[in-house]
């Protein structure tokens, strides 16, 4: 009896690990959003770090996260650092490239609730009278994160986020509230 009770049991991890190796080794998030203003407006909200309190939809999650971020804040090399509560973790995001009202990309390193790195990605073009803002997060499942992946999925997980950060920069800079001086 205790021998079929392992075999059953070798069975069912031997089955969950198949299942988990053969999950997808790469996700990608993305929304979008049309922000009624030109693109140095919204960029200059995106590219400077220190603006980010205003519009990042993970702000409300732990008003009392521990945040550094460098000096100057915007642009390439720029880098924030967080430290909070068990939803947003701890971690840091780097400006690898930024390109003037066209283009920001951020790596992002996950210290806490998981180890990982994302790369993020807003991109802006003149859609209309305004700009169209993509924000996009890709990154690659080691065989942790694949197992994760099972019971949540990444795009309903960040997507709903993306979506709230994007109606939070369209209210910010539709409100008129000027962008932050560069530093």
Known sequence: MLKKILIGLFVLVAVLVVVVAVQPD????QRSA???APPPAVFARV???AAWDA???WKKL???ARITISSPSSGQGASMSWAGNSEIGEGTMTILESRTDALVVSEQKFVKPFEGTATARFTF???GEGTKVTWVMEGD???IGKAVCLVMNMDRTLGPAFEEGLAN???TVEKGASAPPAS
């Open 141 to 143: 499942n080691n065989f």
């Open 47 to 49: 590219n400077d770090l």
């Open 55 to 57: 519009w990042s939809p």
């Open 34 to 36: 049309v922000i009624a």
């Open 125 to 127: 073009a003149p859609e």
């Open 26 to 29: 790469h996700y990608s998030v």
């Open 62 to 64: 732990d008003p009392a």
């Open 169 to 171: 920069l369209k209210r």
